[in-house]
């Protein structure tokens, strides 16, 4: 495992002891879609979204401040022949000018956010019935491409294995990236344990291989992804802790 990938982790862990001592904790799942930004898709902010699920894990310091785990699964997704764009026809070669190139990349992201309330809010109080929030954080993504040949106007469909018309784009990457983000959202609570977010917040990497075309693309530019969605959690700690002035127990 690469070094900076066990530093994110490393650092994950320290941060429990810490979150455990929270007067509230929650948890749930995680429901939206994703979407990508790179060499193939350029201009558009949700072009070829994908589902997203995962779980989610806060700890609520106070009103004010929390942190969150997230651990996503997605399908990042676009063409090169569909949008208006610099760096179209990755494909292009004077002997197969009818092919186009497409990618579907399988990711897992695991990482940790820390959450500003705009508004004062408690998980389960219905007195703080909702709040605006931002928040930013990062973590570790995997990510394993589909790329995709597609001939004669996208009627026949080839995987190509890795294999490129440009041998600049053929080389070695790690399937492992940072990932850095911030983002903003509405938190509401539904009842004395549920409550709900909504958010969506846009995802920096340090690789340019999510669509496993570089070189072809914008090689100074890495590849970015958004994720927006609902999460619904439970709280195990509630209003009736604090209101007799017991630590959480969990």
């Known amino acids: 495992m690469p070094g900076y990938i066990l530093n994110i982790l490393l650092s994950l862990l320290m941060l429990l002891p810490g979150m455990l001592h929270s007067q509230n904790f929650e948890a749930g799942l995680y429901m939206g879609f994703s979407a990508y930004r790179g060499d193939l898709n350029t201009e558009r902010m949700f072009y070829k979204v994908y589902p997203a699920a995962g779980v989610v894990a806060r700890f609520n310091h106070n009103q004010r401040l929390s942190t969150r785990i997230n651990a996503t699964y997605t399908v990042l997704r676009s063409s090169d022949r569909s949008t208006e ?92 990236a940072l990932a850095g983000f911030a983002g903003a959202g509405v938190k509401f609570n539904i009842s004395s344990r549920f409550s709900a977010t909504f958010d969506i917040g846009m995802r920096i990497t340090s690789t340019d291989y999510l669509d496993e ?18 999460s619904l959690t439970y709280g195990f700690c509630g209003s009736r802790y604090r209101s007799r002035g017991i630590g959480c127990p969990y």
């Open 85 to 176: 764009q610099p760096y179209n026809n990755i494909l292009d070669h004077p002997a197969y000018p009818a092919f186009y190139y497409e990618f579907e990349t399988d990711m897992v992201e695991l990482s940790a956010q820390s959450e500003l309330n705009i508004l004062p809010f408690e998980q389960g109080n219905m007195h703080t019935v909702w709040t605006p929030f931002l928040f930013a954080g990062a973590g570790g993504i995997y990510f394993s491409p589909n790329p995709m040949e597609f001939a004669h106007g996208g009627a026949y469909r080839t995987q190509t294995g890795g294999r490129h018309w440009h041998p600049e784009d053929d080389q070695d990457y790690l399937n492992l």
């Open 213 to 230: 075309v570089s070189h072809k693309g914008d090689p100074g530019q890495n590849d970015w992804y958004s994720f927006t969605g609902l």
